[in-house]
């Protein structure tokens, strides 16, 4: 066997494994459901909001419908934004009671995020009301079903877990978004067991997705709440590994038709929006090296082989490249809880294209960084 063969061969099991493992999760990650008995116990929304004048609106009027919950209240913290985020909250808020809205004016302190300083604000804000039940982070991009919530906080107490994350669906409606959005969803799918990684304590097995965080309330604040990782860029993934390093148990559950996302709009929101972490994802220049060395081998060498070898070479090759497709589509069914549309399958199809863009936006990220020129919203994101 020469080195070409070794080397597709190599990389057809790898793309197989993560098909094998994108399986396993289709039929094992647990999903939100809607009904059941209603929510007695106190749950408290945290929506921290930097210029989401366009976007708060519609959350706030899913927030205001969600059923099955007896004791809701919404906090909202517009986080210096600059635009009209506090008047479209407020008009959308109208005469609920349950909503209550303040407006930070002040820059993060050294040492935190925008993100991570907002969150801490209004977990305090959270203690005055209760310091029991169900504290929920949502992002203001994220959009609910009228039993979400409920569905949300009865799958915590179900999993006795101290922090659920329910994944919402990426939508991805641009090109840019197509090629790339589907693979947050598919690092994980097609790598991690997750049934197995919840029945673990250990921090390098979590997932989390900030856009969504359902926490027990006392177990939130016994570890510090987001104080634990006020430096960190993906305060998401960093708290439950702190979670899980205090002993703590954390979930995943698929959230299908009950939650979705679009993240960005368009390629250049999408490019700037992945610079900003990407560096971090991987321990630093040399993991993000060693990922992307297995992803080229993986997803890069069996469709070469597929369009340019030989017999055998070639007939591994396709296999290789099936396997990865088959791994994208089941880690975005996972992530939908129902049927694939055409352009799920086009975008599965390119499925080397998006691991191209992929790092080469790691690659961009890990520039920006050393370069100290890390921005989200205006604001910097060196912050150590």
Not at 85 to 94: C, Q, V
Not at 133 to 147: C, E, N, Q, S, Y
Request: hydrophobic fraction near 50%.
């Amino acid at each position: 066997m020469n080195f070409a063969t070794k080397a597709v061969t190599a990389g057809s099991a790898v793309a197989a494994f993560g098909a094998v493992a994108a399986l396993a999760n289709r039929l094992a990650l647990p999903h939100l459901r809607p009904g059941g008995d209603p929510v007695t116990e106190p749950v408290t929304v945290c929506v921290p909001a930097r210029d989401e004048a366009h976007l708060l609106p519609g959350l706030i009027a899913d927030l205001r419908t969600q059923q099955g919950i007896t004791g809701l209240r919404v906090l909202i913290l517009d986080d210096g934004s600059t635009d009209d985020t506090t008047a479209a909250a407020r008009a959308a808020i109208g005469d609920d009671d349950r909503f209550r809205l303040a407006r930070n004016d002040t820059d993060p302190a050294p040492g935190w995020t925008g993100k991570t300083a907002a969150c801490a604000r209004l977990a305090a804000l959270a203690a005055d009301l209760t310091d029991a039940g169900a504290l929920v982070f949502l992002d203001a991009d994220v959009r609910l079903a009228p039993t979400a919530l409920a569905a949300a906080v009865r799958a915590l107490r179900s999993a006795r877990a101290d922090l659920l994350c329910p994944w919402p669906r990426q939508r991805a409606e641009s090109p840019a978004e197509r090629l790339v959005q589907p693979l947050l969803c598919w690092s994980w799918a097609s790598t991690l067991p997750v049934a197995l990684a919840d029945r673990t304590r250990r921090p390098s097995m979590a997932v989390a997705c900030g856009q969504f965080l359902v926490f027990d309330a006392a177990a939130y604040r016994a570890i510090g709440g987001h104080a634990a990782v006020a430096d960190s860029v993906t305060e998401d993934l960093a708290i439950a590994r702190e979670l899980r390093r205090r002993g703590r148990r954390t979930a995943l559950a698929a959230a299908g038709p009950l939650a979705h996302t679009r993240m960005y709009r368009d390629a250049a929101e999408l490019t700037e929006g992945y610079t900003r972490w990407l560096w971090s994802a991987y321990g630093g220049p040399a993991g993000s090296l060693a990922v992307g060395s297995i992803a080229a081998l993986a997803f890069w060498a069996p469709p070469l082989a597929a369009l340019c070898g030989r017999g055998r070479l070639r007939r591994i090759g396709v296999l290789g490249y099936g396997a990865a497709v088959t791994g994208r589509l089941l880690a975005r069914s996972t992530e939908t809880g129902g049927p694939l549309d055409r352009a799920d399958v086009v975008a599965a199809l390119a499925h080397p294209l998006s691991v191209a863009a992929y790092l080469a936006l790691s690659v961009r990220s890990h520039q920006a960084h050393r370069a100290g020129r890390l921005r989200w919203k205006n604001r910097s994101l060196e912050v150590g």
